[in-house]
């Protein structure tokens, strides 16, 4: 069964910095490219980043790039997200997503973690 | 940057045939997908490469994808249908969600 367990969330300082991290399982992680999409309070689903199987690319949404730094380690069939300067509008549910066969779309999801910045 | 446009709700009643349309400049030049979202829980892919659906997904779920607009069709719609739905594709190396719809049956 596949399973990607999102951690490392919580409340952080505006300017502060938050690692999350994915745990994968049930699945050959280094076969796939992984994502990270979030959800603010109220809101629409958010794209923030992608890194493909071997992170030979990485891609950014304009809203995050300079800030966010995604990596994964397939030996540890782990993903994750270093969130600096972290912003208010940067509040929101934090979701690992998979995809198949290049990025085109996301196929299995976590079950998020709450990032929340405010003083 | 590249939008796609859904409208805000669409409303249908228990059995009947609810479309949701996702607009975009050449939409139908892209592989477009959707993703049900119900409160307190996960996405969940219905539709991808505009027309497929993942194993587990109903034969209700429909999808299509031409010119400048998708739409995803739920036929016989249940009350378990009840959720936003957001369509999404890639442009310039970036993912792009739709606005979201949400569908309340009635």
């Known amino acids: 069964e596949v399973q990607l367990v999102e951690s490392g969330g919580g409340l952080a300082k505006p300017g502060g910095s938050l690692r999350l991290s994915c745990a994968a399982s049930g699945f050959t992680f280094s076969d796939y490219s992984m994502n990270w999409v979030r959800q603010a309070p109220g809101k629409g689903l958010e794209w923030v980043s992608s890194?493909?199987?071997?992170?030979?690319?990485?891609y950014y949404a304009d809203s995050v790039e300079g800030r966010f730094t995604v990596s994964r380690d397939n030996a540890k069939n782990s993903l994750y997200l270093q969130m600096n300067s972290l912003r208010a509008e940067d509040t929101a549910v934090y979701y690992c997503?998979?995809?198949?066969?290049?990025?085109?779309?996301?196929?299995?999801w976590g079950q998020g973690t709450l990032v929340t910045v405010s003083s | 940057s590249y939008e796609l446009t859904q409208p805000p709700s669409v409303s249908v009643s228990s059995g009947q045939t609810a479309s949701i349309t996702c607009s975009g400049d050449?939409?139908?030049?892209?592989?477009a997908c959707w993703y049900q979202k119900k409160p307190g829980q996960s996405p969940v892919l219905v539709i991808y490469?505009?027309?497929k659906r993942p194993s587990g997904i109903p034969e209700r779920f429909s999808g299509s994808n031409s010119g400048n607009t998708a739409t995803l069709t739920i036929s016989g719609t249940q009350a378990m249908d009840e959720a936003d739905y957001f369509c999404q594709a890639w442009d310039s190396s970036t993912a792009v969600f739709g606005t979201g719809t949400k569908v309340t049956v009635l």
């Open positions: 490469q505009d027309s």
């Open positions: 997503a998979r995809s198949p066969g290049g990025l085109y779309y996301f196929d299995y």
């Open positions: 890194i493909t199987r071997s992170s030979t690319y990485i």
């Open positions: 050449e939409l139908g030049d892209k592989y």
